[in-house]
């Protein structure tokens, strides 16, 4: 064996599989020749040399000894044959012949005596047993290789002719734009030293070219893949940079060079090992008692890095297994069974994305869903929108959500095509068009596009109840019609079962949106103090984050009304607290503040509003106000106790994470409304709202009259809204 390195002493030792070499001879300092030492053959045995003053030098992957198959790279071929992979090993001669499940391969080239280049013979899918002989000698070793039918993760082959046609039609105009925009940007984006290539930028790439068949795209991904610039971290979060480059390795596979598939794979390979590493104890993964967003966020990345390599690598059966099932909790505990979304509307968006992922390339690839897709909370999905689409086109931003807008992009088309829900596929096609109060994710936009059934969704908008609740989380919504953009609208949000680290101190809160436009809103994300939110504080405490429940919800004609019971959430801070909120067509709504604070306690109430402009206090009654938005504005006018309110200015903790400025639907200035009063449980607090279009003044001014044990606001439009007082507390009196 010759071995070159540096500063080698002519009295140096060599050892090999710890066995002492013989006959070693230094040339200089930078060469020396030994014979070695009689070793087993078949494997790679570690080579130190060893120097008289103890400096020690390691021989990377040390010798191998004998003949010997170490790899194939890459490790898959198209079962069709043709394709070119690398043998390695040791041992390698001309009459060496090398054979995959049995049948001899050509040798292109024998580079070296540890280098073969070889065309791979037809084969069916799945692993196959690479073996090799040289006249009577026949190798060593077991190197991974498997026949891949790539692409199946989300289509074959077979079926990209069709969706290049689906993606032409024009009913998919939009979402054809979507995408190709999305793929576009990435198209542009310079790949220098500090880039890493994300989820969103690896699927856009590879489905934009999958669906046009234009190399601009395929040559972008190809050009990050050998320049190293693949995210790198295998950790929690930056998994679902994995779930990305699979898709790209899979739809790509055929048209790739060997090179390649082989750097795709060594990615792939560094994902795997670093899933397998952290699934068992890695919270983000779902360890614990955590079942968030970020268990099907994560555990994407190494269920489609494994079944991208299920044909070919065994421990990929292993990430799968795990991964589906710790995926299952999800659907199981994050979504209630009534269809909604614990963590709110944006992890709704986009955690529930990613598990539609990664179930549908599991049924894909393997045939077998493992219940992932066809969960039965899934199939009440649709009642979430019903509970949470506003009065000024997007969504309520309850929990944490960052911005007001309409989401579920790929979730509506998946589910309104397979549980056949018009409302879902009329969400998906306008979240498709965008739009000012639109603000779907681009990244699902691919997704969105396979998903969606060429069933037509309805031309107009195909309505949603006028009171709706989930009576599994407490969530529900009020609305003076059934239209997309009714006149008024009311959110209520209470909090009960399970939670996620996703939670805020908001029980009892409640958004109003009217004229097109938000007027009392949720702040949202990052704004999860109790003082964030259009709850009160008892004694300047607020409530905890769960112990809320709608406890009654009753309509008829233009009458709306909703019941919270928020007393658990308190805690020893009262002995009751109600939440009455009685809605009228489209021209008002009552609040009536049902307290008892705790005995021997001050009992010092805080009324606390969150508008979305900036409200005027009125100077001769300060406790009346007015919030004046772009088309119209809101009277707050407060009844039963002499509240002197006020407005402070507040600041988004996290500026980029915030209600956006939008000229249809604001808000244009978030403020808090408050004041205080003392509590008095045959008194309540009652705040009466009426919204104005603009260019209308406001009706005369409600009137309100108290007696004994009931309550009543009489309107100029000639109706009443009464309460009474009985032994459970106070009552909306229907009519």
């Not at 494997?43 to 390691?58: A, F, Q, Y």
Request: glycine share 10%; net charge negative.
């Amino acid at each position: 064996l010759t071995l070159s390195g540096e500063n080698l002493h002519k009295e140096c030792r060599v050892l090999v599989g710890n066995k002492e070499a013989r006959e070693v001879r230094v040339s200089g300092e930078r060469k020396l020749n030994c014979t070695l030492p009689e070793l087993p053959p078949g494997n790679r045995h570690s080579l130190s040399v060893m120097n008289p003053n103890g400096l020690v030098g390691d021989l990377e992957g040390g010798v191998p000894y004998g003949r010997m198959l170490e790899q194939v790279r890459p490790r898959e071929a198209l079962p069709t044959g043709g394709d070119v992979v690398t043998v390695v090993g040791a041992g390698f001669e001309d009459t060496t012949v090398f054979s995959f499940g049995g049948k001899a391969s050509e040798v292109l080239k024998l580079e070296d005596s540890r280098h073969a280049r070889v065309r791979v013979p037809a084969g069916e899918v799945g692993p196959a047993e690479v073996t090799a002989r040289a006249g009577e000698d026949e190798y060593l070793g077991q190197p991974l290789f498997g026949y891949s039918p790539h692409p199946y993760l989300f289509f074959t082959a077979d079926e990209i002719p069709r969706l290049r046609e689906k993606f032409n039609k024009p009913m998919f105009r939009h979402y054809r734009r979507r995408v190709l925009e999305e793929a576009g940007k990435f198209l542009k984006e310079d790949v220098g030293d500090n880039f890493n290539a994300s989820v969103g930028a690896t699927t856009g790439l590879a489905m934009a070219y999958a669906l046009t068949g234009e190399d601009k795209y395929k040559d972008k991904l190809v050009e990050w893949v050998r320049r190293g610039r693949l995210a790198t971290r295998c950790d929690d979060f930056h998994m679902m940079s994995a779930a990305g480059m699979s898709v790209a390795y899979d739809i790509l596979y055929p048209e790739l060079l060997p090179e390649d598939r082989a750097a795709m794979q060594d990615y792939l390979d560094r994902m795997l090992t670093g899933y397998l590493k952290a699934a068992a104890g890695s919270w983000f993964l779902g360890a614990g008692p955590n079942f968030s967003n970020t268990v099907p966020v994560g555990n994407s990345g190494g269920m489609l890095a494994g079944l991208a390599l299920m044909h070919s690598t065994p421990r990929a059966k292993e990430a799968v297994d795990i991964a589906a099932k710790k995926a299952r909790r999800y659907p199981d505990e994050c979504i209630s069974p009534d269809g909604g979304c614990r963590e709110g509307v944006q992890y709704w968006d986009y955690g529930l994305s990613f598990h539609l992922i990664l179930a549908h390339a599991l049924q894909n690839a393997t045939g077998d869903g493992r219940g992932l897709l066809d969960h039965p909370h899934l199939e009440n999905n649709v009642n979430f929108i019903r509970t949470q689409l506003g009065g000024h086109g997007g969504l309520f931003t309850f929990c944490d959500t960052r911005e007001p807008f309409l989401d579920g992009f790929a979730i509506c088309a998946d589910l309104g095509s397979r549980c056949d829900q018009p409302l879902m596929l009329w969400v998906a096609d306008r979240a498709a068009a965008g739009g000012e109060k639109t603000r779907a994710r681009d990244t699902w936009a691919p997704f969105a596009f396979l998903w969606r059934s060429e069933q037509p969704a309805p031309e107009e908008f195909p309505g949603v109840p006028t009171l709706a609740w989930l009576k599994d989380m407490h969530w529900g919504a009020m609305r003076s019609d059934s239209s997309f953009d009714p006149q008024l609208v009311v959110g209520v949000k209470g909090s009960q079962g399970p939670l996620t680290h996703h939670k805020q101190n908001d029980l009892g809160s409640f958004v109003l949106h009217a004229n097109g436009e938000a007027y009392l809103v949720d702040p949202g994300y990052y704004e999860g103090k109790a003082t964030d939110h259009t709850l009160p504080l008892i004694d300047g405490k607020g409530p905890g984050v769960t112990g809320s429940s709608i406890t009654d919800a009753w309509e008829e004609g233009p009458w709306r009304h909703m019941t919270l019971d928020s007393t658990d959430g308190y805690g020893e801070a009262s002995e009751r607290v109600r939440r009455l909120i009685v809605m009228h067509g489209a021209d008002s709504v009552v609040i009536l503040d049902d307290i008892i604070p705790a005995r021997d306690k001050p009992g010092q109430i805080t009324a606390q509003y969150q508008t979305a402009w900036k409200p005027a206090v009125s100077k001769e009654d300060a406790s009346v106000a007015l919030i004046a938005g772009q088309k119209g504005k809101l009277e707050l006018r407060c009844f039963g106790h002499p509240l002197a309110l006020s407005a402070t200015d507040r600041g988004f903790r996290k500026p980029g994470w915030r209600w956006e400025k939008i000229s249809e639907s604001g808000p244009g200035d978030w403020q808090t409304l408050s004041g205080t009063y003392q509590a008095d449980p045959d008194r309540p607090l009652l705040t009466v709202l009426r919204p104005v279009p603009a260019g209308k003044p406001l009706p005369p001014s409600p009137q309100c009259r108290f007696a004994k044990a009931s309550v009543e606001v009489e309107f100029a439009g000639g109706h009443t809204i009464p309460f009474e007082q009985i032994k459970e507390g106070w009552q909306f009196v229907e009519p």
